[in-house]
Nanobody, 124 residues
């Protein structure tokens, strides 16, 4: 079993930067694929970024070049560095993890473990 806890969300202004953290307990992250998803009010949960067990990273087109996902195995934590934030980035951000080796990293159903989420609000 894996427990995921996100932190770092807050109210910021457009153009600001923010770093979200996803801390895992129960098992080490090193053998997992970990992703960030986000969900705005009234919208579906969307893929943001993922880091595979082999270190490969994947990004949604909407955040490519602005967001960076990284892993600190010593801390069993995955980070999402978000730069040049826009109002449309406003959402609840959740991290998710899976031990399966799936090519469908952008799909919600791929992931077995989810955190509760952290709110990011970007004002214009």
């Amino acid at each position: 079993q894996v427990q995921l806890v996100e932190s770092g969300g807050q109210l910021v202004q457009a153009g600001d930067s923010l770093r979200l953290s996803c801390a895992a307990s129960g098992r080490t992250f090193s053998s997992f694929t970990v992703a960030w998803f986000r969900q705005a009010p009234g919208k579906e949960r969307d893929f943001v970024a993922a880091v595979g067990w082999n270190g490969n990273t994947y990004y949604a087109d909407s955040v490519k070049g602005r967001f960076t996902i990284s892993t600190d195995n010593a801390r069993n934590t995955v980070y999402l560095q978000m730069d040049s934030l826009k109002p449309e980035d406003t959402a609840v951000y959740c991290c998710a993890a899976t031990r399966t080796s799936s090519p469908y990293l952008r799909r919600v159903v791929t992931y077995d473990y989810w955190g509760q989420g952290t709110q990011v609000t970007v004002s214009s």
